[in-house]
């Protein structure tokens, strides 16, 4: 009887780590496509305008909207990303930039910005 407990726990242990290694699996890649670090070409825009806002002609509309209250965005074709740090984007607003940074669930997180 004793050696029966010994065994099925053994085996409990062992299904546990499965699932354990399981989880960790899962989750890494669910985190390596959540970020995505790069390089990227595109406009600074506002969020009423959108994707509206990836040509050069936009700018001063960009302007004004970003006076009036609305945040500041970084276009890529119809893509719209967030930006986490408006601050390095304020004197770029209307431009057609280059930035290096770390994406992260459509949100921008700039390290350089270049025009």
Avoid at 9 to 34: E, I, Q
Avoid at 39 to 60: S, Y
Wanted: one cysteine or more; glycine letters at 10%.
């Amino acid at each position: 009887m004793i050696g029966k407990n010994i065994k099925f726990k053994y085996n409990k242990n062992k299904k546990m780590k499965k699932y354990l290694l399981l989880l960790v699996v899962v989750l890494s890649f669910t985190a390596a496509h959540s970020m995505d670090k790069g390089k990227w070409t595109g406009f600074i825009g506002d969020d009423d305008c959108g994707k509206k806002g990836n040509n050069k002609g936009h700018a001063d509309c960009a302007k004004s909207c970003i006076k009036g209250g609305a945040k500041p965005v970084f276009v890529i074709g119809d893509k719209v990303y967030k930006i986490s740090n408006p601050k390095k984007v304020e004197t770029f607003i209307g431009d057609e930039v280059t930035i290096t940074g770390t994406i992260t669930n459509d949100v921008l997180e700039i390290e350089t910005i270049n025009k």
